[in-house]
């Protein structure tokens, strides 16, 4: 037996570092365990999928692409001449990893600066707390602690149909390395992450075509929303076939045929890197002992109540490995929310005022219930509405698409839902969750000054088409 600990992390994502880092702050006696080595020098790589092979270097792809895209069709219609406009795609990748780099280092520097304490190694939770850890030469250490908060994340799932072909048929970890612009790129899956990488390679100047079994387009987005970006990206050039679903793949000197059905009956497509974007299972691959008394459900979560503890008293898990949206920031405030209760506080997250973004151009971000939603759960609502089409700043940065959506209780004015497809989406839903986080109503926010010109105004616009109407677009008159 070896230390004792306070709290013992297994995972060090954005759920696992973080409730690391405060449990610290907090004055408990904490570990970490990290399974990920890094193959270049076999030291230990903290950030977990997040900061490693998702957040972060998609981010970094999708703002290079963006630049490059912009240069290469939006410069010349705001006078700016470019000649011989070029990609780098190995400087690019550099610059990713450096990113990558700087970040997970932080991470390092801040559980050093933190006192907590990391230690590489598979973690696996035996009965009463024990943590047993398999460093890579496997040696086995037991370690014991008061509290234990499992932190394992997700794994991308693998489809029959397309197994994953070193460098041809990949996931998202391996659309992310590519070394060159393919010429035609396949994508399984129409997701937030099938349409972030799509849009990558598209933006570069691959031909891209992305196959969705389902026949609705992000459903989970308010379908005005989704509309609306899915006009924007057919604009663009991406080929998105909806209720498309495959059947098989093989490959042939380096070009994958897909085999899939659609509404017309069989069909093939001929691609040199296919991207099978999915979805996401939780990870708990040797985690947890028979006798460690958690459980899972039945999608193989971690089963775990409001406040993320397991059903082993002390037991505790978040992130992707349980239920809820597969988001950093979710994972995030779960691990803060358990190692506050572990110190005695009473915390809770509050699962309705969860952003969700969509990095694509233009971007798609929302938080709270969408129409469709509202629709059936029977809650009677009123929509303000407003277009960046009509808004200064949107005009003048050459970014004027998309739409701000408010919607609201019918008889309280409470704001209910806030989408926004269009530039800077993702920043601009952070106002609609502090609004709603603080139980605002469309009044409270037509009644707030925003500075002008900004992309904010078409906030203050259409929480006041909520109720009195927009200033500056005509509208339609409500009836009495
Ligand atoms: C391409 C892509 C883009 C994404 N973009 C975004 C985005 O823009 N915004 C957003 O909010 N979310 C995004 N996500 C989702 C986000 O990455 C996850 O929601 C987030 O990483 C979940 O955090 P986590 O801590 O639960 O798990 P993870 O980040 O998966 O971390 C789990 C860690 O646990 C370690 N581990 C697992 N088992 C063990 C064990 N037994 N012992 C020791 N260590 C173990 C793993 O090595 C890993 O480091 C993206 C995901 C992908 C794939």
Redesign the pocket.
Known sequence: MSDKYDVIV???????YVAAIKAAQLGLKTAC????TSEEDGKQVLG???LN???IP??ALLEISHKYEEAGHGFADQGIELNDLKVNVGKMMERKAGIVKQLTGGIAGLFKSNGVTSIHG???LLANRQVEVTDKNGKKTVYEADNVVL????NPIEIPPAPLKEGLIVD?TGALEFDEVPKRVGVIGAGI?GL??GSVWSRLGSEVTMLEALDTFLPAVDQQVAKETLKQFKKQGLNIQLKARVTGTSVNRKVITVKYEDSKGEQELKVDKLIVAVG?RP?TD??LSADAGVNLDERGFIFVDDQCQTDAPGVWA????VRGP????K?SEEGIMVVERIAGHKPQVNYECIPN?I?THPEVAWVGKTEEQLKSEGQAYKTGTFPFAANGRAMAANSAMGLVKILADEKTDRILGFHVVGPQASEMVAQGVIAMEFGSSAEDLALTCFAHPTLSESVHEAALAVNDGAIHIANRRKKK
Request: aromatic share 4%; with cysteine; net charge neutral.
């Open positions: 297994i995972g060090a994502g954005p759920g696992g365990v990290e399974s990920w977990g999928t997040c092979v998702g957040c998609s981010k598979h973690g696996k932190a394992t994340g997700s998202s992450i972030e990488l996401r990870h040797n985690l978040v992130g992707d490995v597969m988001l950093a920031h994972a973004v990095y």
